[in-house]
């Protein structure tokens, strides 16, 4: 086996995450400028930081963010000190035989699901700590007000569209924000676009691919399987929280520029199969760190679903 075997797969997978990107909706947002700082390196409490310079940063909105309770560890006057999100997979063993010389095509095969699991459940995430929490101050969260599916649900229209630009563009604080919108739409959502072919065709949905039109209604759109979900009185559940029949899988609209996101270290966990005797196969994992959050806890919203 080659001696640097550990660190061919490992340089891999960091290319992998890289250039593996299953949330476009996140595409083009700027990367956090300060460096990843490692304290407790090798231990279980490891942690990646990042500081900020605190007037870049809020630091209310993590305090407050239903999905990074502990982000915020510390701040002074001049600066704030966010943890990342860490995300693990569980081991997978590894033969001799396919690890031996193995080629780009093999070790793909091999941590593409570690890949895909990171990937997934950071974005999943970062979608979730995005949406508020709940409407306040230069954030909402609107219902939508189309026909009746048959369930009691009102599906989206146009018209929801509408209000969500309607909504940027009075926030008070924002100065009315008309430029740089993106709404991430639900499976569910999207799928009400594309049943509205009766009043605008093709215009809003390409039919023939089954997308929805890059920008509608003057918003940057997008569409995502991992919506956040809320209860029936508009507030955000917890991350991971099981559904429950009066609740809905919401459509998130942020400003973009107001998204501060950081990726941080990729880490191999290896062990040889010559130190496992009774296996007589390697053993690997990884851990990834990353965050995706607001900047300020506003210019932001839902859209939830209305009920007739």
Known sequence: M????????????????TTTDSAPWLDGITEVESPVVTFGAGTQTEKNVVHIPRSNFNPDVLINNTTYPIALQDYTDD?????????????????????????????????SKHTKSMQKTKYRKALHAIAPSAAGTDKFVIATTGANDGTGRKRMRFEDLVAIREQFANMADGEGIVEGIRLVLSAQHEADMMLDRERFADKFVNHASGKVAPMIAGLKVYTYAGS???????????????????????????????IAKKTGNTKQYFSKAEDNPTTQSNALNYRHYFMAVPAEDKYIGAVVNGTV
Do not use: C
């Not at 640097?4 to 997978?13: H, M, Q």
């Not at 010389?101 to 793909?108: L, W």
């Open 2 to 17: 080659p001696a640097n075997f550990p660190e061919i797969w490992l340089t891999r997978v960091i290319e992998n995450i």
């Open 79 to 111: 600066e704030v000190v966010v943890a990342l999100d860490k995300y693990q997979t569980k081991a997978t063993s590894l033969s001799d035989d396919d690890a031996m010389g193995a080629s780009y095509d093999k070790i793909d095969v091999i941590t």
């Open 228 to 258: 956040p979900l809320y209860a029936n009185d508009g507030t955000k559940k917890a991350y991971g929280a099981a559904k429950v029949a009066t609740d809905s899988y919401a459509s998130v609209a942020f400003l973009e520029d107001n």
